[in-house]
């Protein structure tokens, strides 16, 4: 990446963290944790699936559809029979692009095009309804995406770190990361 498309993706991803595209005040008198895995590598159900069964809570999927049944890059996905087991299982499946691509670098045509074709993919899984969530691929973001997901969906989900309390953004809703490549034990705890 070039220092201008460098400097350029900073700009734009820090305009749209600024600006409040769907506020909101949340309420409600105890925390919520909210588990949620990007891009659904298979590991997501078959590993953590158990495991959020034998404590009794579910998962949001964020589900990119081009990769069902696919390995990338060493990364084994789901398949169609694992979204038809999270779904009996009473998980959230929501959006995450069909493509997996940073929405900043796609036109209107083609985010609508995306979101289109993944929610046509994902109809199936959820008995014809359309998903209500979206979490921005690679977490990139700007003004203009923002707005176009804002009216979409009921909420949207970025990476920047952070608990969602009080005054917040609907159309970039914050994480607190359990990657491994991010993983920080003292700032988990802090948060919990």
């Known amino acids: 990446m070039s220092l201008t498309s460098l400097v350029k993706t900073k700009l734009t991803s820090l305009a749209a963290r600024t600006l409040k595209v769907r506020p909101a005040r949340l309420r409600g008198n105890k925390p919520v944790a909210s588990i949620s895995f990007d891009d659904f590598p298979r590991n997501a159900w078959t590993v953590a699936g158990p495991?959020?069964?034998?404590?009794?809570?579910?998962?949001?999927?964020?589900?990119?559809?081009?990769?069902?049944?696919?390995?990338?890059?060493?990364?084994?996905?789901?398949?169609?029979?694992?979204?038809?087991?999270?779904?009996?299982?009473?998980?959230?499946?929501?959006?995450?692009?069909?493509?997996?691509?940073?929405?900043?670098?796609?036109?209107?045509?083609?985010?609508?095009?995306?979101?289109?074709?993944?929610?046509?993919?994902?109809?199936?899984f959820l008995n014809g309804d359309v998903p209500v969530s979206y979490a921005f691929p690679f977490g990139r973001v700007s003004v203009r995406t923002r707005r176009f997901y804002a009216p979409r969906f009921s909420s949207v989900r970025g990476v920047h770190p952070g608990i969602n309390a009080g005054r917040v953004d609907l159309a970039q809703l914050n994480t607190i990361s359990l990657e491994t490549r991010c993983w920080n034990q003292g700032e988990i705890e802090a948060a919990i």
Not at 56 to 72: D, E, K, L, N, S
Not at 101 to 112: I, R
């Open 51 to 124: 495991v959020m069964a034998r404590h009794g809570v579910r998962g949001t999927y964020y589900t990119a559809g081009g990769f069902c049944g696919r390995t990338v890059e060493g990364t084994e996905f789901y398949d169609q029979g694992d979204l038809r087991a999270l779904a009996a299982a009473g998980h959230e499946i929501v959006c995450h692009g069909f493509a997996h691509q940073p929405t900043p670098s796609l036109t209107t045509d083609e985010l609508a095009a995306d979101t289109e074709r993944n929610r046509e993919f994902l109809k199936p």
